[in-house]
């Protein structure tokens, strides 16, 4: 099943990156290089980094800046096209420090100014999770 979900975004599968595949689906929030660093005890911190990276140029996992500083990661749905149209809320825990993906959220249009292309948008909603209510 993991082999499968990195061939279909022309990934070819390593002992390393089914690794880390398996632990970014088992995680239910987003994580960051150094908490995965962390989970997968016979990693280095270059190998984890240009594996998260081939991933997200792949559409397989997308980042998430929340604000803490630290990039988290999160799988992508398997038709994930990381366009405007799967691009989703997130929701950052300040108790607990989780971020999750609201992926049933979009990010609502907004025109801008005349004359600013955006490529991107970040959306992210701070407070109290689900578990820490
Ligand atoms: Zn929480
Ligand atoms: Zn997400």
Not at 81 to 106: A, M, P, R, W
């Amino acid at each position: 099943m993991f082999e499968n979900r990195l061939k279909k975004r022309n990934i070819r599968p390593t002992a390393m990156r089914l690794i880390v595949l398996k632990e970014l689906y088992e995680s239910e929030v987003a994580m960051s290089l150094s908490e995965l660093e962390l989970k997968l005890e016979n990693s280095d911190k270059a190998t984890l980094y240009r594996t998260l990276k081939k991933f997200e140029e792949n559409q397989l996992i997308h980042s998430i800046d929340d604000g803490s500083g630290s990039i988290k990661y999160a799988l992508c749905d398997e038709g994930c096209t990381c366009d405007s149209k799967d691009q989703h809320v997130h929701f950052h825990c300040e108790k607990c420090l989780s971020t999750y993906c609201i992926t049933n959220i979009g990010i609502p249009q907004l025109t801008l100014p005349k004359g600013f292309i955006s490529n991107s948008a970040n959306l992210v909603f701070k407070g109290i999770c689900l578990s820490c209510s």
